[in-house]
């Protein structure tokens, strides 16, 4: 599987983005996907996953009711929506992708990675 993700960019603090995550050389529809992110100095952390169907999704804290994850299955894509950014935001995006169980928080149970994504975020 290969994992293209895009969309990143400088915003202002209160303002929206939406990364794109493209997937590649499998069955996209049985996989499952997920957002992370790393701040320079600091280790790689879940953002979001979503199931293989769609139909479940898992947000951590820092994010919950500000970004929601979805997948669009017929291009193979997989999509964060951030809004209300704050600083805290900015880091380089990871989509990551599975066929284990969805929802796994922890980097080293997804086996597929994009090449990542910078957001920033000024106050």
């Known amino acids: 599987v290969q994992l293209q993700a895009s969309g990143g960019g400088l915003v202002q603090a209160g303002d929206s983005l939406r990364l794109s995550c493209v997937a590649s050389?499998?069955?996209?529809?049985?996989?499952?996907m997920a957002w992370f992110r790393q701040a320079p100095g600091k280790e790689r952390e879940f953002v979001a996953a979503?199931?293989?169907?769609?139909?479940?999704?898992t947000y951590a804290d820092s994010v919950k009711g500000r970004f929601t994850i979805s997948r669009d299955s017929a291009k193979n894509t997989v999509y964060l929506q951030m809004n209300s950014l704050k600083p805290d935001d900015t880091a380089v995006y990871y989509c990551a992708a599975d066929y284990k169980n969805w929802g796994n928080r922890r980097s080293y149970d997804y086996r597929y990675w994009g090449q990542g994504t910078q957001v920033t975020v000024s106050s």
């Open positions: 979503i199931s293989w169907s769609g139909g479940g999704t």
């Open positions: 050389g499998r069955t996209f529809s049985s996989i499952a």
